[in-house]
């Protein structure tokens, strides 16, 4: 089976995209509003 280093670059800037996301929304909300709006987290 021959590896995919243009699909597993692909998947991992995808990773890198959500994961600087998330940290976004944790910084600019605080512990209690992301438990009061589940939405904020799902979105």
């Given at each position: 089976?021959?590896v995919d ?5 692909r ?29 904020l987290?799902?979105?």
């Open positions: 089976m021959k280093i243009e699909r597993i670059t998947y991992l800037l995808e990773i890198k995209n959500r994961v600087k996301e998330i940290e976004e929304l944790l910084s600019s909300h605080s512990d209690e509003d992301l438990l009061k709006n589940k939405w987290i799902k979105g």
